[in-house]
């Protein structure tokens, strides 16, 4: 038997916005559309969902695909589904937002994929609604590092404080006081002042710090 055959069908994708942080700079993960409409078109990079997966399961599917990488951090951004977002068919969008360290990535993956990271205050016109998914990424990332360290993800293993400010300006948009940053970093005990220097951004030497998971789960009223 079959079922709601009264009902026009729709595609159904996934888009995955990659945000990454380099030289102080909060980028996104955009390429060259492959397929047309709109092929040679700046694109973020996506799919459609199979019969045999979630959409949960087709986002990581593809961010797999894109990056190589495992265990990434995710989140989705919600459904587009504008009549005409997309010149082809009646196709209804799920967006997701990761975080990945850039030195992660690999560069022969990137290259592979025609890939290029861009400023997300620099990105040009993209395919569709696309930039308004970023937008609408952007500032659901914003809202949470106010209340989770998901800031890490795009950090290396050891960084400076200096960097892990640059990173909190880049993703807020505005500059951060200095002084006042640094007094809420010492309250919080999940990030460790460890004994190795940095000798490279800077000139007389930085302490070099790390995110300590196991204390952080310790302690709930993170806020920044």
């Not at 026009?8 to 030289?23: A, L, R, Y």
């Not at 973020?44 to 087709?58: Q, R």
């Not at 989705?76 to 992660?104: M, T």
Request: glycine fraction near 8%; hydrophobic fraction near 35%.
């Amino acid at each position: 038997m079959t079922y709601y055959s009264e009902h026009s069908k729709v595609w159904v994708s996934v888009d995955c916005i990659i945000f990454g942080f380099d030289d102080s700079k909060l980028k996104v993960l955009i390429g060259k559309r492959q397929m047309d409409p709109g092929r040679g078109e700046w694109s973020l990079y996506g799919g459609f969902v199979n019969a045999n997966e979630s959409i949960d399961e087709a986002a990581k599917r593809t961010l797999g695909d894109l990056t190589g990488m495992k265990n990434v951090f995710m989140r989705q951004v919600g459904a587009f589904g504008k009549v005409d977002r997309d010149p082809g068919e009646r196709v209804i969008s799920i967006a997701y937002y990761a975080l990945i360290n850039v030195k992660d990535y690999s560069e022969k993956l990137r290259k592979e994929h025609g890939l290029e990271w861009i400023n997300v205050t620099e990105l040009p016109q993209l395919y569709s609604d696309h930039n308004e998914m970023v937008r609408k990424a952007w500032r659901l990332m914003k809202q949470k590092m106010k209340t989770e360290p998901i800031g890490f993800q795009l950090l290396p293993d050891l960084f400076t404080l200096t960097q892990l400010q640059r990173l909190y300006e880049a993703v807020g948009g505005e500059e951060i006081d200095k002084r006042n940053f640094r007094k809420r970093i010492k309250d919080m005990d999940f990030i460790e002042k460890t004994e190795l220097i940095d000798k490279l951004s800077s000139k007389r030497g930085a302490y070099l710090y790390r995110f300590n998971k196991k204390m952080y789960n310790e302690d709930s009223n993170f806020k920044l």
